[in-house]
């Protein structure tokens, strides 16, 4: 497995404003995912965030709202802007670790974020 | 839309008793089984992987998967207390990377 930091571990924002969250994984790793978790619901993927190309969203989720950086193989960003109250949840990122075809999935510790 | 469903419980054992846990997936090339355990508050921990049809033992968790019949559940052998969370089963399709979750049963295991 992986040891997966993530910053910051919580926060309060008023809406309107941006928080950026920070990924960091201990060792090089191709693929890194960023997951929301809102409110007693299950893990819904934004995107998917491979080191030398743009990030892949799922539908639902758009750049503008939720831009993403890799700019290596350790380290990854999530920003989630505009925030209204409908954006507090838990964000996680998660990395893929093994051969494809029989890889596996570790997260991060999250971050819960509440807009007011 | 490829579906992940599990029961969402809450699933109640006693103390020493086998939990079973079930989930059954949509997509038919879907290749890759995950569970995942999450206790409140905590983000979702592996506990067990399957690729092929059959049983994959690791402890006391026994993951089951049947291609054919697009299922695969997590058996915990002499369930305790702090088995108690909520068991995610994930699905990854042939076609891509990322993870299809369902929306998680919850355990709960009674001394």
């Known amino acids: 497995s992986a040891v997966i930091s993530q910053k910051p571990s919580r926060d309060i924002c008023q809406r309107g404003t941006s928080l950026t969250i920070q990924c960091q994984v201990d060792s090089q790793v191709t693929m890194m995912f960023w997951y929301r978790q809102q409110p007693g619901q299950s893990l819904t993927l934004i995107a998917t965030?491979?080191?030398?190309?743009?990030?892949?969203?799922e539908s639902g989720f758009v750049i503008d709202k939720f831009p993403i950086s890799r700019p290596n193989l350790t380290f990854s960003t999530l920003t989630v802007s505009n925030m209204s109250p409908e954006d507090s949840s838990i964000y996680l990122c998660s990395v893929a670790l093994g051969p494809k075809g029989s890889y596996e999935q570790y997260f991060g510790p999250g971050t819960r974020l509440t807009v007011t | 839309q490829k579906e992940v469903e599990q029961n969402s419980g809450p699933l109640s054992v006693p103390e020493g008793a086998i939990a079973s846990l079930n989930c059954t997936y949509s997509?038919?090339?879907?290749?890759?089984f995950f569970w995942y355990r999450q206790y409140s508050g905590k983000s979702p921990e592996l506990i067990m992987s399957i690729y092929s049809n059959g049983d994959k033992e690791d402890g006391r968790f026994t993951a089951q998967l049947n291609k054919a019949s697009q299922y695969v559940s997590l058996l915990i052998r002499d369930s305790q207390p702090s088995d108690s969370a909520t068991y995610l089963c994930?699905?990854?399709?042939?076609?891509?990377?990322?993870?299809?979750f369902g929306k998680g049963t919850s355990l709960l295991v009674t001394p």
């Open positions: 997509d038919r090339v879907s290749q890759s």
């Open positions: 994930a699905v990854i399709s042939n076609s891509g990377y990322a993870l299809n």
């Open positions: 965030a491979n080191q030398g190309s743009e990030a892949t969203y």
